[in-house]
T-cell receptor, first 114, second 112 residues
């Protein structure tokens, strides 16, 4: 069975600190895709990144970076120099190539204090 | 930019009413989804559709039905609304299996 675990329920940091959100997944399939989504207080889920299982290259997009390690089944998300606007709930998700259904983590609530 | 639009942001309905939640996407996506989101329970899939007139049950289809008569529109129907269906409902679409899903702004439904 597939599973996504986000062990951090809530993280609170002061603005400008770096913060890492953890995501650990379980699957026996060899072809799958991993995602991160952001849900600000307004409620809409915003797509951040998609990574396929054959691409372990880390990715950086501005202050955001993602570290994918198949050896530890982890797909962690780091925000550098956090800002108040980064406050949101962040979800990690997994989908198998053979399936339509996203498997969601429980989400991590990130609070950035000014 | 992909746009997924849900017909209402907030909705208040009475117990027993038939409720329609509409969702439209403008990017010719094959797949469309309806989720509900509740505190402590996360995102749960109600139904999805991978083509016009095709639908599959998700994890919690009881009390709901769906309709996809046109590719761009996916409707969620609460046949007889109950208070335990008070929730945030999120519609999404994706181009193909494995592609990222894009979400609408959500509909916060309250059943009284």
């Amino acid at each position: 069975a597939q599973k996504v675990t986000q062990a951090q329920t809530e993280i609170s940091v002061v603005e400008k600190e770096d913060v890492t959100l953890d995501c650990v997944y379980e699957t026996r399939d060899t072809t799958y895709y991993l995602f991160w989504y952001k849900q600000p207080p307004s409620g809409e889920l915003v797509f951040l990144i998609r990574r396929n299982s054959f691409d372990e290259q880390n990715e950086i997009s501005g202050r955001y970076s993602w570290n994918f390690q198949k050896s530890t089944s982890s797909f962690n998300f780091t925000i550098t120099a956090s800002q108040v606007v980064d406050s949101a709930v962040y979800f990690c998700a997994l989908i198998l190539d053979s399936n339509y259904q996203l498997i969601w983590g429980a989400g991590t609530k990130l609070i950035i204090k000014p | 930019d992909v746009k997924v639009t849900q017909s209402s942001r907030y909705l208040v309905k009475r117990t027993g009413e038939k409720v329609f939640l509409e969702c439209v996407q403008d990017m010719d996506h094959e797949n469309m989804f309806w989720y509900r989101q509740d505190p402590g329970l996360g995102l749960r899939l109600i139904y999805f559709s991978y083509d016009v007139k095709m639908k599959e049950k998700g994890d919690i289809p009881e009390g709901y039905s769906v309709s996809r008569e046109k590719k761009e529109r996916f409707s969620l129907i609460l046949e007889s609304a109950s208070t335990n269906q008070t929730s945030m409902y999120l519609c999404a679409s994706s181009l193909i299996t494995g592609a990222e899903a894009f979400f609408g702004q959500g509909t916060r439904l309250t059943v009284v």
